[in-house]
């Protein structure tokens, strides 16, 4: 009797797990490491690649089931019309609101939260004029908050793609998140770890997503998840959530526990960098909820929200 009930979650696919992913090196990598994971405690899984912008012909408008992200959309649309069950996404990537439906099944442990400079040679950083590259607002904004007189001309493409772009051109360096290049063994000998450099909220932080009604992977896939790292990330992502209000800003965030206390630490700056506001804050683990929030709201209250304004008019533009 009592097996019966769990058989009607278990889905039409006969408990074949088909795990969504992107076909960049990276993308491919994180769903094997999932799939790995799975097949270790005993689950059938089939990696189903899944092409961008392809086959998003639905009736429904997207922006009405919430979906916005531009690395995420497409496996969003693979689950809900049921081509693929999970799908694999870097965390820093994922809206912070997912779209109906969708929710989140595990988080797995964090790699490394760092940014680091990928570089021609350093002497540069004691000199008046620098090229960095990056595509990101945020590391954009913290580089020149440091180095004012620098230039930071935008970079764009999966890992592999932005490597190639660095040694084609005569820029100095080029800003990476240090767990992508370690996840596909590209990361070189010779790097600047930037220590100074907040990184982006979930950094490091790799998410399964799956349909909300589908009991049979959401059990699955709650073996996976790393409770530390998921305390730890949903203070980030509050955090950013609260102070995005929908508009894409130059925001850092890094939550760490310390056997039963956490540190938070958050900032927000301007567009060219002149500007920044930062906060930090200590609660214990216990007294953690909420954190994100409290921190944004403090930041907020503390010159952020005429800035919010600013660059949300900026990036209008």
Same mark, same amino acid.
């Given at each position: 009797m009592?097996n019966?009930? $769990?058989n009607?979650?278990?889905?039409?696919?006969?408990g074949?797990i088909?795990?969504?992913t992107?076909?960049?090196e990276l993308?491919?990598?994180?769903?094997?490491?999932?799939?790995?994971?799975?097949?270790?405690?005993?689950y059938?899984?089939? /990696?189903?690649p899944?092409?961008s912008e392809?086959d =998003?012909n639905l009736?429904?408008? @997207?922006y009405?089931?919430?979906i916005t992200?531009i690395?995420?959309k497409?496996?969003?649309?693979?689950?809900i019309t049921?081509?693929?069950d999970i799908a *694999?996404h870097s965390?820093k990537?994922?809206?912070?609101?997912?779209?109906?439906g969708?929710?989140?099944a595990?988080v797995?442990?964090r790699?490394s939260n760092?940014?680091?400079?990928?570089h021609k040679?350093?002497?540069? /950083?004691?000199e008046e004029?620098?090229?960095?590259?990056?595509?990101?607002?945020?590391r954009?904004?913290?580089?020149?908050?440091?180095y004012?007189?620098?230039? *930071?001309v935008?970079?764009?493409?999966?890992?592999n793609t932005?490597?190639?772009?660095?040694?084609?051109n005569?820029w100095?360096?080029a800003i990476f998140?240090?767990?992508g /290049?370690?996840?596909i063994n590209?990361?070189?000998?010779?790097? @600047?770890?930037l220590e100074?450099? @907040?990184?982006?909220?979930?950094?490091?932080?790799?998410?399964?997503?799956?349909?909300?009604?589908?009991?049979?992977?959401?059990?699955?896939l709650?073996k996976?998840n $790393?409770r530390e790292t998921?305390?730890c990330?949903?203070?980030?992502r !509050?955090f950013?959530k609260?102070l995005e209000?929908g508009c894409?800003a130059?925001?850092g965030a =890094?939550?760490?526990?310390?056997?039963d206390?956490?540190?938070?630490?958050?900032? =927000? @700056?301007? /567009?060219d960098g002149m500007q920044?506001?930062s906060?930090?804050?200590t609660?214990?683990?216990k007294?953690?909820?909420g =954190?994100g929030?409290l921190?944004?709201?403090?930041l907020?209250?503390?010159?952020?929200?005429?800035?919010m !304004?600013?660059?949300?008019v900026?990036l209008?533009?």
């Amino acid at each position: 009797m009592g097996n019966s009930a $769990h058989n009607e979650d278990i889905p039409a696919n006969t408990g074949i797990i088909r795990i969504g992913t992107r076909d960049s090196e990276l993308a491919l990598w994180q769903a094997n490491k999932v799939k790995s994971a799975l097949e270790n405690l005993g689950y059938k899984t089939e /990696l189903v690649p899944v092409k961008s912008e392809g086959d =998003l012909n639905l009736d429904q408008p @997207l922006y009405e089931m919430g979906i916005t992200g531009i690395f995420t959309k497409t496996l969003d649309v693979a689950m809900i019309t049921g081509k693929v069950d999970i799908a *694999v996404h870097s965390m820093k990537d994922v809206p912070t609101t997912l779209p109906k439906g969708i929710v989140e099944a595990a988080v797995l442990e964090r790699a490394s939260n760092k940014d680091i400079l990928l570089h021609k040679g350093i002497e540069f /950083l004691n000199e008046e004029k620098g090229t960095i590259a990056s595509g990101s607002l945020r590391r954009k904004a913290q580089w020149l908050n440091k180095y004012p007189n620098h230039q *930071v001309v935008d970079l764009r493409g999966n890992v592999n793609t932005r490597l190639q772009k660095l040694k084609d051109n005569n820029w100095n360096g080029a800003i990476f998140a240090e767990a992508g /290049l370690e996840r596909i063994n590209l990361k070189p000998k010779d790097f @600047l770890p930037l220590e100074w450099m @907040l990184p982006a909220p979930a950094q490091g932080a790799m998410l399964v997503v799956a349909m909300e009604k589908d009991t049979f992977i959401r059990e699955a896939l709650s073996k996976l998840n $790393h409770r530390e790292t998921e305390i730890c990330v949903h203070i980030e992502r !509050e955090f950013l959530k609260v102070l995005e209000g929908g508009c894409t800003a130059p925001i850092g965030a =890094l939550a760490t526990i310390n056997v039963d206390e956490i540190h938070f630490e958050g900032n =927000l @700056l301007s /567009l060219d960098g002149m500007q920044k506001y930062s906060v930090q804050k200590t609660a214990s683990v216990k007294e953690s909820n909420g =954190l994100g929030q409290l921190c944004a709201k403090e930041l907020l209250n503390n010159g952020g929200r005429e800035l919010m !304004e600013e660059i949300k008019v900026k990036l209008a533009k």
